[in-house]
């Protein structure tokens, strides 16, 4: 892992497409050491120039706390401030262990508190910081990726990534804190008929997702990833088509509550009453 320390010139970064419903992301970092196969950012201009492969490098912002403590204020000055963490890496990947720099970001928030913060990791690394995003309460939503219940197909698609057991354990500790937690299937992998039930109890809130619906491109950034050879290889073929991902859907929605199965993009923005009336 090539890892390398450097000031951004900023942290705070103007949003559209997929999260028109947040007014900025914050990345603590650039790249992702997961190296998720199917992960999106492999098709962006952050992976394709540069020489080194997707997963084998990782950018430190430094002074990330200090730039934003300015940025968030001078955001505050023009209105409600929304914050997706990360759209472009996982705040919580293994180098967070050592730098800490999500964890100097979140206290940033707690001082001056965002209209609505959502934390998107797949990484049980999330509940060290429980002190601080209980601080936050109902500013805050921790969502947890789990793709699928099925560990092989983990290791299949996404073998640097932390174990299912690990994460669904994390989703637990975090609902106990008090947080408003979801699951994240996204993107649905190949899984079994008893995976909501799994989920259910766990999380009381699951979104779902696929590659055609959430890649922000329809699916085209992920068929040139050729992730539909891997589904092949696995003889998984089915599980790639709209099919597959109306019969889980259905499962899920029998599973949980009314109200509480989104759908792509309407399960990563906030909710109205948590932002000013910006977003569903």
């Not at 942290?11 to 900025?24: D, E, I, R, S």
């Not at 057991?165 to 008090?178: D, Q, S, T």
């Not at 009381?204 to 992920?222: F, H, I, P």
Request: net charge positive.
């Amino acid at each position: 892992m090539d890892i390398t320390h450097k000031v951004p010139s900023k942290v705070l970064t103007p949003t559209g497409g997929f999260l028109t419903g947040y007014t900025h992301t914050l990345n603590p970092y650039v790249g992702c050491s997961f190296a998720c196969s199917f992960c999106y950012v492999r098709q962006m201009p952050v992976s394709l120039f540069r020489k080194a492969e997707w997963g084998t490098w990782v950018d430190v912002k430094q002074q990330a706390a200090e730039k934003l403590r300015k940025e968030l204020r001078s955001a505050k000055k023009k209105g409600p401030v929304t914050i997706f963490m990360s759209s472009a890496t996982d705040p919580y990947q293994p180098v967070e262990y050592r730098e800490q720099v999500t964890r100097g970001l979140l206290e940033v928030l707690v001082e001056e508190p965002p209209a609505f913060l959502f934390v998107q990791t797949r990484s049980p690394l999330v509940v060290r910081d429980l002190d601080l995003l209980v601080r936050l309460r109902e500013r805050v939503r921790v969502s947890i990726t789990v793709e699928t219940d099925l560990e092989e197909m983990r290791r299949q698609f996404t073998p640097a990534a932390p174990p299912l057991a690990a994460r669904i354990k994390a989703l637990a500790a975090c609902r106990n804190a008090g947080l408003d937690v979801q699951a994240a299937v996204s993107p649905l992998l190949p899984c079994s008929g008893s995976f909501a039930q799994k989920l259910r109890g766990v999380v009381d809130r699951v979104v779902l997702d696929t590659y055609q619906m959430g890649d922000g491109s329809g699916g085209k950034r992920t068929q040139r990833l050729g992730i539909d050879k891997l589904y092949q290889q696995l003889g998984a073929e089915e599980w790639y088509t709209g099919e597959a991902f109306q019969r889980v859907h259905a499962q899920f929605l029998e599973a949980f509550a009314d109200g509480t199965v989104f759908v792509s993009q309407e399960g990563f923005l906030p909710n109205r009453d948590e932002c000013g009336g910006q977003a569903e």
